[in-house]
């Protein structure tokens, strides 16, 4: 396999594989469909409503070659995505362990998204902050490790209060956590993390959470605690961002390694 060049280059190694939603049995009101429509407006992903006769009610159901991957309930999309707004994770009103990701975003891997934040869209690059936050719950759960994160501005660790506290915690049970951005902002003396500044494009134009557990890319397969995992995002044009996620050990330990080698 070649040396990747770049992020972007990552971009090109995922299968982008043509997945879909289903909504079974839809009984919720159309504002509530309209919730998930909106979460992934303009996305490679289609969304359909079926009836299915002597099935639940509202369960939602990622689809690939006419293979049901994953199932949640519109419930629980309603409260772990589609009813929530960044600013409650920035302010630290939504703890760690309490953010979960249900089973049919999970089963978004390696799909390309491409994102508009506020206020282009009020919901689009919501997904890719609760992914953000799961890998870190990740990296909190396993309690070792190498985490990278990227932030663009470190000022925002400064200004966002749930994200200090969570970089934070994670530093302190043990992690070995990586922090990079353009240095407008000296968080050496309060933050148990290492930091990395620049003014190239990878510091002020890329979003990146990156997991990788010890133990190598064999690490962690079984689904549990150290997962390897990686959020990798690039702002091409402003406020729109190309990215995708993966858990794939043999990719996540190469993005790190990009990373570790390259910014």
């Known amino acids: 396999m070649t040396r990747p060049e770049s992020l972007r ?5 995922i299968e982008a594989p043509d997945r879909s939603l289903v909504v079974l049995n839809r009984s919720s009101p159309d504002p509530v469909r309209g919730l998930l429509d909106s979460l992934l407006e303009g996305q490679p992903v289609s ?8 099935g639940d009610a509202d369960v939602v159901a990622l689809i690939e070659g006419g293979e049901v991957l994953a199932q949640s309930t519109l419930d629980e999309l309603l409260e772990s995505v589609l009813l929530i707004n960044s600013d409650l994770y920035k302010s630290g009103a939504i703890d760690l362990e309490e953010v979960e990701l249900p089973d049919v975003l999970r089963g978004l891997d390696e799909v390309p998204f491409r994102v508009r934040g506020y206020p282009q869209s009020n919901k689009e690059k919501l997904l890719l902050i609760v992914i953000s936050r799961v890998i870190e ?4 759960e396993t309690g070792e490790g190498t985490l990278r994160s990227s932030f663009q ?14 970089y934070e915690s994670i530093g302190r049970i043990g992690v070995d956590v990586h922090v990079y951005g353009v240095d407008d902002a000296d968080l050496s003396e309060t933050l148990p993390v290492t930091i990395h500044t620049g003014s190239s494009y990878p510091y002020h134009r890329s979003w990146f959470v990156v997991f990788t557990p010890p133990g190598g890319a064999d690490a962690g397969t079984d689904g549990g605690n150290g997962d390897h995992a990686a959020l990798v995002a690039l702002e091409d044009e402003p406020n729109v961002w190309d990215g995708f996620w993966t858990f794939q050990p043999d990719l996540v330990s190469r993005i790190d390694r990009y990373i570790a080698d390259h910014v």
């Not at 280059?9 to 190694?13: D, G, L, S, T, Y």
């Open 153 to 166: 501005r470190l000022s925002r660790l400064r200004d966002e209060r749930g994200t200090y506290e969570v």
């Open 9 to 13: 280059a990552f971009f090109e190694e």
């Open 47 to 54: 969304i359909r409503d079926v009836e299915v006769p002597d």
């Open 137 to 140: 719950r990740i990296a909190n």
